[in-house]
């Protein structure tokens, strides 16, 4: 019997696993386009934004979700019990990392940041949300 095959256990199986990052994949590139179009007619100044644009925000963001997802996978494989603690260790080795590439934002007391500061928040919430 051919592991490869169509009808291989093997093969549904790895499909079945990784079908939560497909789900995520194509979840996170209807949510860009969403958010896009929204600053689109919004007329926001996308080239005003000083510190990161909202491209590389959600690949930060998108990166971390992939990793975690994966991560978790390996660790449902293995030891299903162990799945919680590792997402919240996961989760919470990223707030710290996103914190980090946030620091300048949050430390400027200009005007113009405050809709950085809710933008870089709310897709935090929202790529934690997604990853619950």
């Known amino acids: ?14 499909i079945k696993n990784f079908k939560p990052l497909a ?16 600053f689109y007619f919004q007329n926001y100044k ?15 963001f998108s990166l971390f979700s992939v990793i975690i997802i994966l991560i978790l996978i390996k660790i449902k ?6 799945v919680g603690l590792t997402f919240m260790l ?6 710290g990392f996103a914190f980090w590439i ?3 934002i949050f430390r400027n007391n ?12 709310a897709l935090f919430l929202l790529f934690l949300t997604i990853e619950t």
């Open 1 to 14: 019997m051919n592991c490869c095959s169509i009808n291989s256990p093997t093969l549904k199986m790895r």
């Open 23 to 38: 789900l995520l994949l194509v979840l996170i590139a209807g949510l860009y386009s969403i958010h896009k179009t929204i």
């Open 46 to 60: 996308l080239n005003a934004i000083q510190f990161y644009s909202l491209e590389k925000l959600y690949l930060y």
């Open 77 to 82: 494989q293995k030891n299903l019990d162990q």
């Open 90 to 95: 996961l989760t919470s080795i990223k707030m």
């Open 102 to 104: 946030a620091k300048p």
């Open 110 to 121: 200009i005007e113009n940041l405050a809709f950085e500061k809710w933008n870089f928040l």
